[in-house]
């Protein structure tokens, strides 16, 4: 039998009597499987005792500390945006929740949030507004980093994805 203690939870009511099925279920267990984050406990007749999947912790780790330089965007409607000079438009985001972003000749900082792959930049972030040179980009990067929906780390590359499909932005450490 399980070795349990004999403190009585406080609610919800039944509370009890989930703990009491739970044991009893895991006292049928047998035969265990683990597949990737899956972990199943099952009878000696296969039946289903426990399901459980491992719970991903926000992982910001490669994320955070390298300033990503932005090498161009797919963009949703089919056309691409590719960037001359990557070094003018970067983006760092720091362990602590911060964002720091380069747009060109501005300086913009703020905050980020992730839960799991979901990459969510917080309005309103504050910066320079100074007025770059005719080909700059600098609007535009702003405006798709703001619309981040997720993100992920794929060769040691950055790839964030906008809202509603609105495209792909593809950014690589800055060297």
Same mark, same amino acid.
């Given at each position: *039998?399980? /070795?349990?203690?004999?403190?009585? @939870?406080?609610?919800?009511?039944? $509370?009890?009597?989930?703990?009491?099925? %739970?044991?009893? =279920?895991?006292?049928? /267990?047998?035969?265990?499987?683990?597949?990737?984050?899956?972990?199943?406990?099952?009878?000696?007749?296969?039946?289903?005792?426990?399901?459980?999947? =491992?719970?991903?912790?926000?992982?910001?780790?490669?994320?955070?500390?390298?300033?990503?330089?932005?090498?161009?965007?797919?963009?949703?409607?089919?056309?691409?945006?590719?960037?001359?000079?990557?070094?003018?438009?970067?983006?760092?985001? &720091?362990?602590?929740?911060?964002?720091? $972003?380069?747009?060109? @000749?501005?300086? $913009?900082?703020? =905050? %980020?949030?992730?839960?799991?792959?979901?990459?969510?930049?917080?309005?309103?972030?504050?910066?320079? &507004?100074? &007025? @770059? *040179? +005719?080909? !700059?980009?600098?609007?535009? #990067?702003?405006? +798709?980093?703001? =619309?981040?929906? !997720? %993100?992920?780390?794929?060769?040691?590359?950055? #790839?964030?994805?906008?809202?509603?499909?609105?495209?792909? &932005?593809? #950014?690589?450490?800055?060297?």
């Amino acid at each position: *039998p399980a /070795a349990t203690t004999r403190k009585m @939870c406080a609610g919800p009511e039944s $509370i009890m009597d989930q703990e009491s099925l %739970y044991l009893a =279920a895991l006292q049928m /267990a047998e035969v265990y499987t683990i597949d990737g984050d899956r972990l199943q406990i099952r009878t000696a007749s296969g039946s289903l005792v426990a399901d459980y999947r =491992a719970k991903v912790q926000d992982d910001t780790s490669q994320l955070a500390g390298p300033v990503w330089a932005w090498h161009g965007t797919q963009n949703g409607n089919g056309s691409d945006t590719a960037v001359d000079d990557p070094s003018r438009y970067t983006v760092q985001f &720091m362990a602590d929740g911060k964002v720091s $972003i380069k747009a060109d @000749c501005n300086q $913009i900082n703020g =905050a %980020y949030t992730v839960d799991g792959d979901q990459l969510t930049l917080e309005q309103p972030m504050v910066g320079t &507004m100074a &007025m @770059c *040179p +005719e080909d !700059s980009l600098d609007q535009q #990067f702003v405006q +798709e980093l703001s =619309a981040a929906a !997720s %993100y992920v780390i794929d060769g040691g590359n950055l #790839f964030i994805s906008m809202v509603a499909d609105g495209g792909v &932005m593809a #950014f690589a450490p800055l060297q």
